[in-house]
């Protein structure tokens, strides 16, 4: 009988000024993503309560990444403050920027030095033109 | 106040403009652009934009100021930028923006290495004409007063958009006017500025001093008494439904040495005055509102006032400002206020608000608008009946 084989969903990273430069991570698997608009329900004379906000939206997004190899996860420390693409494989895509990129090495993996990675992204309004 | 429909709005439903001013939901952005001498955008601005505010002080000769918060430089002291905010609603399906005025941003205050924010304060265009003229200046007997203001302000680098009531068209300069290079009065070796004798050629025909709206346009029109204008609109903390009012109101009064009695003189007139004739005393105030001698007790506070008219209607007009503005100082309402760019030069309101007291007329003092979704503030004097 054939061993398991369990296939993790991937992570791409393309570094918005050249696309061509880009990294692959896998996913253990999604984390919430966090819509976030500024406003609120604004208390007036009289008791009146009205909504007021802000134009416009932030999301982060804090993936859980799984093991990589140390030379991927130094890859995404020289990322931290650029303007990214990040695709997750399954239709999901967003502009965003990551401020710090914390690893921690673990053991040997077939020879390669493996190390985890915890990115925490919050996206930038990007516009494409067509 | 700004029309409902003024530009960048034209072509609106009156209505509908005034619906999401004062609708149950509201989105707010704010954005900046360049703009050359005649008002036309030339640079959009506002990716440059990080915060701001919008201030407006009827005390002050340079009417209008902003305080910007950008992320790049832009030409300080040079360009002209206007700042706008844009209003929408989802329920209503609308959208509109007001442009707040157009200034000359003359302060940055630069950092870098946290966030390379420059914080810039600025002027709106009065400030061009708030520098002196070098020389002395003569108005000769019989002109036109309108046409020579403008021509004034052509020597300068405001631009072409003047704009003064016509209904002082025909008005002419009485007798010939100097205004020499350091004036005899006013302390130390202050130089006339360009400003100072267009105030007072169209004070003399009984005109207000100039300001420039909310598009960057120089405007002047015949001075009417707070009295005797029509509220421009309802500022209501009662309407449940539609207050824009904040939760907190505030009066303030100082009741310190403000006239109840008055003796007006016209400046600069070859004849001794008389009355009738250069000189105007209107009746004390002997009952309306706080100020007056009767509520003081029989306390008596005279003020004589040297005023720069060309005639006694002109001299009778901006004495019967001063008079309104003496009665209306003992007042003060300071408001919050929702986003609500519509407030311009001079604004007048019917005021309700029924936990302080009576509704009021009150003539807007000065006010703020933030270029985010924050409470505005707005100070009124109120003006006694």
């Not at chain 1, 804090?62 to 130094?74: F, H, I, M, N, T």
């Not at chain 2, 509201?26 to 505010?53: F, Q, T, W």
């Not at chain 2, 201030?55 to 430089?73: I, K, P, Q, Y």
């Not at chain 2, 807007?364 to 924050?374: G, M, Q």
Request: hydrophobic letters at 40%; proline letters at 6%.
């Amino acid at each position: 009988m054939a061993p398991a084989v369990l296939k993790l969903r991937q992570l791409w990273i393309n570094d918005a000024a050249d696309p061509a430069d880009y990294v692959v991570v896998p996913m253990l698997r999604d984390s919430m993503r966090t819509p976030k608009v500024r406003g609120e329900a604004r208390e007036n004379a009289a008791g009146r309560v009205r909504l007021v906000r802000r134009a416009g939206r932030t999301e982060a997004w804090a993936p859980q990444l799984g093991v990589v190899p140390l030379d991927v996860a130094l890859d995404l420390k020289d990322r931290c403050g650029r303007l990214q693409t990040f695709r997750d494989g399954v239709g999901g895509k967003l502009h965003g920027v990551f401020w710090e990129a914390p690893y921690v090495l673990l053991g040997r993996m077939n020879g390669v030095q493996s190390a985890r990675v915890t990115l925490a992204i919050t996206e930038i309004t990007h516009s494409e033109e067509v | 106040m700004q029309s409902l429909t003024a530009a960048p709005r034209e072509g609106m439903d009156p209505d509908v403009v005034m619906a999401l001013l004062t609708g149950d939901d509201l989105e707010v952005s704010a954005g900046l652009e360049r703009v050359d001498n005649d008002g036309r955008m030339v640079e959009d601005l506002s990716a440059a934009l990080v915060d701001g505010s919008v201030s407006w002080d009827g005390s002050v000769d340079v009417h209008r100021e902003c305080s910007l918060v950008l992320n790049r430089e832009i030409g300080w002291d040079r360009d002209r930028v206007r700042p706008y905010l844009d209003l929408s609603s989802d329920l209503l399906g609308v959208r509109a923006r007001w442009w707040l005025g157009v200034f000359i941003l003359t302060s940055p205050s630069e950092s870098w290495g946290a966030g390379d924010e420059r914080t810039v304060a600025g002027l709106d265009l009065l400030h061009l004409l708030a520098c002196p003229i070098g020389n002395t200046l003569t108005a000769t007997k019989g002109t036109k007063v309108l046409a020579w203001c403008r021509d004034l302000v052509a020597r300068t680098s405001f631009g072409p958009r003047v704009f003064f009531d016509s209904a002082g068209e025909d008005a002419t300069f009485t007798e010939d006017m100097v205004w020499p290079l350091i004036p005899a009065t006013g302390g130390g070796l202050a130089s006339t500025t360009w400003l100072q004798p267009l105030a007072e050629a169209l004070s003399s025909i009984g005109f207000e001093k100039p300001w420039v709206d909310e598009a960057g346009q120089m405007r002047a029109r015949p001075l009417v008494p707070v009295s005797q204008r029509t509220p421009e609109h309802v500022l209501s903390a009662d309407d449940v439904a539609r207050t824009i009012l904040g939760p907190v109101r505030q009066r303030q009064r100082d009741l310190t040495q403000i006239p109840n009695a008055w003796i007006f003189v016209a400046q600069g007139w070859d004849l001794t005055p008389v009355e009738g004739d250069g000189l105007y005393t209107p009746p004390d105030n002997l009952s309306v509102g706080p100020t007056s001698i009767t509520a003081r007790n029989g306390h008596r506070v005279l003020a004589v006032r040297e005023l720069p008219a060309q005639t006694q209607a002109a001299l009778v007009a901006q004495a019967a400002t001063i008079v309104e503005a003496d009665q209306r100082a003992a007042s003060k309402r300071t408001v919050e206020i929702n986003p609500f760019p519509m407030m311009g030069h001079g604004d007048v309101y019917q005021l309700e608000d029924a936990e302080v007291g009576a509704p009021v007329k009150a003539a807007a003092a000065a006010w703020t608008v933030h270029l985010n979704e924050s409470n505005g503030s707005l100070t009124m004097k109120e003006v006694p009946t």
